[in-house]
């Protein structure tokens, strides 16, 4: 084998080994560049995968027939600097269609909604497609005798694979949290076309220093909101601080909905998280000890601090930078007796082995809750995590005329706890209340009733939609929890009848 034959392969299985951190990266980031417009949930995870393992198909039967018609080094060159160059703008021209997406989404217009999700998708295809020529085309151009074909597609694929293990780490574990998505995404294209451009010559080298100059440009919004004072994009989500008036709104993964509210002169907000301060009430004591699984911005747990001094308070939130946002904007240091704890919702409740008078469930990756978080099995720990006397309750999302999910969760806990009520406080949330002990309907209501100080008009509220629930006969385990295929189709059946959520989730100022 003469020397520029070895120098020729070994360009040839660097560009092997690029094109496939090139291929895996685009996956991570893909799911990265979605999750703040759509969650990150089993259905867009599902799209993700299909589309880039249709991709390498498409990509390894092309690469494979434009080998045999056209074994050359510059013809894959070409192919792979294209792919690095769409790789790289993939970042740029994805926005719009995402805004368009996210905007149907708010507006719950499912045929909008599922056309520009398509359109997102496919602008993923034609770089993977095109990246994936590569393993085909470099079998046929490295293969100098037939004897040698299985030692070098083997050495192929080895590369190949390597480098899609190394395309999953890094961004999943370092490049993402040290230099974000778009920047991550940019960097594996620059590797890649700097690697195809050693196919083409010197002078095509400047191609991947563009493409690597493009690391200069920062990221930008994601969503320009008015009164933004503050955007974030952490390991879990994008995170977003509005300010209008005297009240801030914390916006998680580019939804309409709010996941916290902070108000200088009030602990009310008018919205979901005032269900929560009844629970006293219904159970008729001040809480001991109280948790919050999914204390996002702790606006709960800020006005159990001024409501309910005596109350320890824990906050269970998986992401670390919600946390600090919610120090730095939400007042969550006001509450003294609050203690926050990094961690997953179900993992903690079952390590810990301390008993709570209540426990408060408001998870979501909007517009899903955790399928985890609505079994039996997860209904069971609760219960035995709760001290005598004590409940659980739980924000369950409905829509006008469709209480499928809140439904569903209520009949599941009442398979495990002997009284479970629902109240419908909002058009879009049902609180889900399952008692540890069996006590009356008429004793509850008259505990909501018998409440005074400033928690009375909800308490009476409350008494007067109180509903029991019964046990259901099809109830969610671990093994099925239809969650999301529930949620999409009230999404769907809402957006049908000309329904729009935006009116109906930024909750109002209070009276």
């Known amino acids: 084998m003469t020397g520029r034959h070895l ?5 040839l299985m660097g560009l092997v080994f690029l094109a496939g951190i090139g291929s895996t990266t685009t996956e991570i980031c893909a799911s990265r560049l979605l999750a703040p417009f759509f969650g990150s949930s089993t259905i867009v995870w599902a ?10 198909s498409i990509g390894y039967w092309l690469g494979g027939r434009l080998a045999d018609r056209h074994p050359s080094t510059r013809l894959l060159g070409w192919l792979v600097l294209a792919g690095a160059v769409l790789l790289a703008a993939v970042p740029f021209i994805a926005r719009p269609f995402l805004n368009v997406s996210v905007h149907a989404l708010d507006q719950l217009q499912a045929g909008a909604l599922i056309g520009s999700l398509a359109a997102s998708i496919l602008l993923f295809v034609p770089p993977v497609i095109l990246l ?11 293969v100098a005798d037939v004897k040698e074909a299985g030692v070098v597609a083997g050495r192929v694929f080895a590369l190949s694979t390597v480098g899609s293990i190394l395309g999953t780490l890094l961004p999943a574990l370092l490049t993402i949290e040290l230099i974000g998505t778009q920047r991550t995404m940019i960097g594996a294209a620059a590797l890649v076309a700097i690697a195809a451009a050693l196919l083409l010559g010197p002078r095509w ?5 563009v493409v690597a100059g493009l690391l200069i440009i920062p990221p930008g919004t994601i969503k320009d909101r008015p009164g933004l004072i ?12 509005v300010q209008q008036g005297d009240a801030r709104y914390l916006y998680l993964n580019e939804g309409q909905a709010v996941h916290s509210v902070w108000r200088a002169n009030t602990v009310f907000t008018g919205g979901e998280w005032d269900m929560f301060l009844t629970l006293p009430a219904l159970i008729g004591r001040t809480p001991a000890e109280a948790v919050m699984l999914g204390n996002a911005g702790g606006t709960t747990g800020r006005a159990y601090g001024s409501l309910f001094p005596a109350t320890r308070y824990d906050g269970v939130e998986l992401d670390p930078a919600v946390t600090a946002v919610a120090r730095r904007y939400f007042g969550l240091s006001d509450n003294r007796n609050l203690h926050v704890y990094t961690a997953d919702a179900r993992p903690w ?18 517009p899903y809750v955790p399928f985890y978080l609505t079994t039996r099995e997860f209904f069971r720990l609760v219960r035995d995590r709760l001290a005598p006397g004590g409940a659980v309750a739980l924000n369950v999302t409905t829509l006008p005329g469709d209480y499928r999910l809140a439904r569903a969760v209520a009949g599941t806990l ?9 109240w419908q406080a909002l058009h879009f949330n049902q609180l889900v209340v399952g008692l540890r002990d069996k006590v009356s309907l008429d004793e509850l209501r008259s505990r909501l009733r018998a409440a005074g100080g400033p928690v009375r008009p909800l308490t009476q509220l409350f008494a007067g939609a109180l509903k029991p629930a019964a046990p259901s006969k099809d109830p969610w385990t671990d093994d099925r929890a239809p969650v999301e295929w529930i949620t999409d189709r009230m999404i769907v059946a809402f957006g049908e009848r000309g329904g729009s959520l935006v009116e109906h989730l930024l909750p109002t100022a209070p009276k």
Do not use: K, W
């Not at 799209?47 to 390498?56: E, P």
């Not at 994936?132 to 490295?142: E, G, K, Q, Y």
């Open 47 to 56: 799209n993700i995968i299909g589309m880039v393992l249709a991709s390498l």
């Open 7 to 11: 120098s020729a392969n070994h360009a």
């Open 205 to 209: 080298l400047a191609t991947g220093l």
């Open 230 to 241: 503050y955007e974030q994009e952490s390991t879990y989500q994008f995170i977003q601080v």
């Open 349 to 366: 409740l079952r390590a810990t082995t301390r008993h709570f008078d209540l426990i408060m469930v408001d998870a979501y990756r909007q």
């Open 414 to 422: 009442a398979t495990e706890f002997p009284v479970v009520v629902t």
């Open 132 to 142: 994936s020529t590569v393993s085909p085309f470099a079998i046929r151009l490295a």
